[in-house]
T-cell receptor
Framework: QKEVEQNSGPLSVPEGAIASLNCTYS??????FFWYRQYSGKSPELIMSIYSNGDKEDGRFTAQLNKASQYVSLLIRDSQPSDSATYLC????????????FGAGTRLFVKA | DTAVSQTPKYLVTQMGNDKSIKCEQN?????MYWYKQDSKKFLKIMFSYNNKELIINETVPNRFSPKSPDKAHLNLHINSLELGDSAVYFCASSPPSGNTIYFGEGSWLTVV
């Protein structure tokens, strides 16, 4: 089983809609969870982090965490064409130090 | 004043050659990484250094040798390049918590 799994997509939503991105992880001891956005030809950049069960909102973005189900999600409200990118779910795995493991990413297309 | 800078950005080379990628960060972070992103966009950690010491070494061929002369620099040398080494290599750094990873712009390596 892969350590961090995401649907590769592409996920296509119309402008103004809610985009829902999902991620599951295998390490029950993980405590830190992240969403990175990567535009084509660019490097990943952090957009959300979440450490506790529940929701965390930042502008149009909401991260949701359910540790019992080992599930992380990202909601993007009022999606814009500029949100079109690959969204990478990442999880810190405790290995003596820590290691950030990335999922394969979900490609999101927002149609104008 | 780029936070994480790596050179070269593009590299085309023949099989069997040896090449190096240099990386520097001016964020004052103790931890630096090399990640490899293949054609399917899967971002995989290769190495992690903390204050010049190797702390994570994934199952990477011995042809890949990282070197950290000081905590602000982490270089990657690759011997006997193979076609399968073609990928984007990202250098990155993070603060002690590891909760945000700052990526360089990437080095696009093509082996022909």
């Amino acid at each position: 089983q892969k350590e961090v799994e995401q649907n590769s997509g592409p996920l296509s939503v119309p402008e103004g809609a809610i985009a829902s991105l999902n991620c599951t992880y295998s390490d029950r001891g993980s405590q830190s969870f992240f969403w990175y956005r990567q535009y084509s030809g660019k490097s990943p950049e952090l957009i959300m982090s979440i450490y506790s069960n529940g929701d965390k909102e930042d502008g149009r973005f909401t991260a949701q965490l359910n540790k019992a189900s080992q599930y992380v999600s990202l909601l993007i409200r009022d999606s814009q064409p500029s949100d079109s990118a690959t969204y990478l779910c990442a999880v810190n795995i405790a290995t003596g130090g820590f290691k950030t493991i990335f999922g394969a990413g979900t490609r999101l297309f927002v149609k104008a | 004043d780029t936070a994480v800078s790596q050179t070269p950005k593009y590299l085309v080379t023949q099989m069997g050659n040896d090449k190096s990628i240099k990386c520097e960060q001016n964020l004052g972070h103790d931890t630096m990484y090399w990640y490899k992103q293949d054609s399917k966009k899967f971002l995989k950690i290769m190495f992690s250094y903390n204050n010049k010491e190797l702390i994570i070494n994934e199952t990477v061929p011995n042809r890949f040798s990282p070197k950290s002369p000081d905590k602000a620099h982490l270089n990657l040398h690759i011997n006997s390049l193979e076609l399968g080494d073609s990928a984007v290599y990202f250098c990155a750094s993070s603060p002690p918590s590891g909760n945000t990873i700052y990526f360089g712009e990437g080095s696009w390596l093509t082996v022909v």
